[in-house]
């Protein structure tokens, strides 16, 4: 068992703030996992251009405490639908003009941080843009445009999570793209 603190900030009259400790209890994993799901809902923006390249990109390991090549993510806000959720990180991880968005099927649950007992839902959809040089925000450090096959291979898709032939499912029939690849120079 560990010990859990319940606690908020208070403002102190004359300025200043102070920690105030509502309640200490002891919670078990299970519990811990209960209350922690309450988390804004995920959304994963697999993102593909109009010449059938897929983007990717590369955490910043200083913004997300990760190095990994992935989608853009981000969370639903409150009073926020998941379109407009897709449509605001797009534009602020990328850029990019959204030419068509796809809701699919696909609903991933993961732990994050690592070992915290915080668990996500994540609705993956798939968006159609225009193909761009993105404008990357901090959290990105460089961007791939990739077929079909190099994203599916070079994505860091966590397998504990889902195997990659369920990322092969998500990109459903968008068709493999005749050109090159692409990288940021």
Request: glycine share 6%; charged share 40%.
């Amino acid at each position: 068992m560990i010990i859990y603190r319940a606690c908020y900030i208070s403002k102190i009259k004359g300025g200043g703030y102070k920690k105030v400790i509502k309640r200490e209890e002891v919670w078990g994993r299970e519990e811990v996992l209960k209350m922690n799901n309450k988390t804004n809902p995920k959304i994963m923006a697999i993102i593909y251009s109009d010449k059938r390249n897929f983007l990717i990109l590369r955490t910043n390991p200083k913004w997300l405490k990760v190095d990994i090549w992935f989608v853009v993510t981000g969370s639903v806000e409150k009073n926020e639908s998941e379109e407009k959720a897709i449509r605001r990180e797009v534009k602020e991880e990328t850029g990019l003009e959204i030419l068509e968005i796809k809701k699919t099927d696909y609903l991933g649950e993961y732990e994050w941080p690592k070992n915290s007992g915080k668990m996500h839902k994540e609705r993956a959809f798939l968006i159609k843009v225009k193909e761009a040089i993105p404008k990357l925000s901090g959290e990105h450090t460089e961007f791939r445009w990739l077929s079909k096959e190099k994203f599916i291979e070079q994505i860091d898709w966590d397998e504990s999570i889902d195997s990659k032939e369920k990322l092969v499912s998500i990109l459903g029939d968008v068709s493999l793209s005749n050109r090159g690849d692409i990288e940021d120079e």
